[in-house]
C-alpha cells in the first residue's frame, strides 16, 4: 500500500469535561470525550464502525477498547487498544487511517483517558512505577524513573548547546501564558521563570514546574474519509501528512540521546504533506517535561539544535508569534493527556479553537512521544 494518508479526514472532536471533586472511571472519561466528538460530528454510535483506544496506566482494564465499545454500543469492525504511551493517540489516527485505507472501516474512533489524578495518591511518581504490571530490568533497579529518563536527556541538551536551566523554565512560562486565557485552566496563576527556577526539585535538572501535573483526562477524535467528512457537521479537517518514529525502549539502549524518533516521524509526514516547518501556523507538542518540547520544537525543524528555548523565551511559541505552540497550555497545564494536540490541532484548522485561535490557521502540527522520546507520531492536518 503506498502512503494511506491522501483521502483520511478528522471529523469531529471532544473532550470530557474537566472536574477537580468528581471520581469517574477512564472507561467513563473515554465515553464521555467519545460522545463528545460524535456530537461535534454530528453522527451517533450507529454510524460508528472502529475504537481505538489508548492502554489507561492508572485505571487498566483487560481489552479497554471492547469495554468502551461496549458502553458506546458501537459494532466494530476495528477495535484495539494501543499501548504507545504519549504516542497513543497519534498512533491510533495512523492505525485508523490505514483501517480506512483499507476498507476494513469507515468510521473510527480514536480516544485516550485515564484517571491518574484519582487513583494515584501521595507520590505519584513511584505510586505510578507500583501500577505498572512490568518491570524495566535494566533500569528499574537503579532507581530511573519516568522524570529521571527526561531528565538525562534534559542534561544531555544543555551540555551539547551550552544552554541552562533557563531554557527549560521558559517552556513552562510560555505554557501558563496560553493557560491564564483558559476559562476552566487549573493552573491559571501567573507563572515567573524565578518561580520555576525556585520550584522543588524532581530529577536534576528538571524541577516540578518542569514536569506536568498528574490528572485525569478524556480525549476522542473521529477519524473517517474526506468523502463522508463532507456530509457531516464540521467543515473538512484533512489529514495531510503523517508519519512515525521508533527508537529503543531502554535509555541505555539508545544511541544518542535526544532520540532520533520524533525527526524519523517529522521527516516522514513532511514530506507526504509536501509542507516545510515555515508552512506551518501552530504546533501542537508534547510537553509532559519542559525538556521534551524543546527537543520537539527542534526535530520538528521550528529552530537549529540549541536555539528552542530562545524561541519560547522570545514570544515566537505566543499567539501573534511566529509559530504558536500548544495554544491550550498543553500537558504543563492540563496533565499528562495526550490527546490535548490533537482536538486543539483540529480546531485550529477549522478556525473555531476560540480564544485559542491563531488568526488564518492553515496547517497545523499535532505530535506525540512514547516513553523517554522512543517513538514518535507527527501529523499535518490542513483544511
Avoid at 456530509?231 to 479537517?237: E, F, K
Wanted: hydrophobic fraction near 45%; aromatic fraction near 4%; include cysteine.
Amino acid at each position: 500500500m503506498s502512503q494511506p494518508y491522501g483521502n483520511i479526514a478528522l471529523a469531529g472532536v471532544g473532550e470530557a469535561a474537566i472536574s477537580t471533586t468528581q471520581v469517574r472511571s477512564a472507561q467513563e472519561l473515554a465515553v464521555e470525550a467519545g460522545l463528545a466528538a460524535m456530537a461535534d460530528a454530528g453522527l451517533t454510535s450507529r454510524d460508528i464502525d472502529g475504537v481505538i483506544t489508548a492502554s489507561p496506566a492508572g485505571d487498566p482494564h483487560f481489552m479497554f477498547s471492547t469495554l468502551v465499545a461496549e458502553a458506546l454500543n458501537v459494532r466494530a469492525r476495528v477495535n484495539m487498544a494501543v499501548q504507545a504511551a504519549g504516542a497513543s493517540p497519534g498512533m491510533g489516527v495512523l492505525y485508523a487511517a490505514r483501517a480506512i485505507a483499507a476498507g476494513d472501516a469507515h468510521t473510527v474512533l480514536v480516544c485516550e483517558s485515564d484517571s491518574r489524578g484519582a487513583k494515584f495518591k501521595g507520590d505519584k511518581i513511584q505510586a505510578m512505577r507500583a501500577a505498572r504490571p512490568w518491570i524495566d530490568d535494566w533500569e528499574d533497579p537503579f532507581g530511573l524513573t519516568v522524570p529521571g529518563k527526561y531528565a538525562l536527556i534534559a542534561q544531555r541538551w544543555m551540555h551539547r548547546h551550552g544552554r541552562g536551566r533557563e531554557d527549560l523554565a521558559a517552556v513552562a512560562v510560555a505554557a501558563r501564558a496560553h493557560a491564564m486565557r483558559q476559562p476552566h485552566a487549573p493552573r491559571k496563576e501567573p507563572l515567573a521563570m524565578e518561580k520555576v527556577l525556585g520550584s522543588a526539585p524532581i530529577a536534576a535538572p528538571l524541577h516540578a514546574f518542569d514536569c506536568c501535573p498528574v490528572a485525569d483526562w478524556g480525549g476522542a477524535v473521529l477519524v473517517t474519509s474526506v468523502e463522508r467528512a463532507r456530509d457531516l457537521r464540521q467543515p473538512v479537517v484533512r489529514l495531510l501528512g503523517a508519519g512515525e518514529g521508533h527508537c529503543a525502549y531502554h535509555v541505555a539502549d539508545i544511541d544518542d540521546l535526544p532520540p532520533s524518533a520524533t525527526r524519523q516521524s517529522a521527516e516522514a509526514a513532511f514530506g507526504i504533506a509536501g509542507v516545510k516547518p515555515d508552512d506551518i501556523d501552530t504546533a501542537q507538542v508534547f510537553d509532559a517535561f519542559t525538556i521534551a518540547a524543546l527537543v520537539a520544537m527542534e526535530e520538528l525543524g521550528f529552530c537549529e539544535p540549541g536555539a528552542a528555548g530562545s524561541l519560547f523565551a522570545g514570544g515566537h511559541t505566543a499567539l501573534g508569534g511566529s509559530i504558536p505552540t500548544n495554544t491550550t497550555g498543553g500537558m504543563l497545564t492540563w496533565g499528562n493527556a495526550h490527546v490535548i494536540v490533537l482536538p486543539e490541532a483540529v480546531r485550529q484548522v477549522r478556525g473555531d479553537a476560540g480564544v485559542n485561535q491563531v488568526a488564518g490557521a492553515k496547517l497545523a502540527l499535532a505530535h506525540g512521544i512514547g516513553g523517554p522520546m522512543s517513538l514518535a507520531v507527527t501529523m499535518i492536518l490542513g483544511r
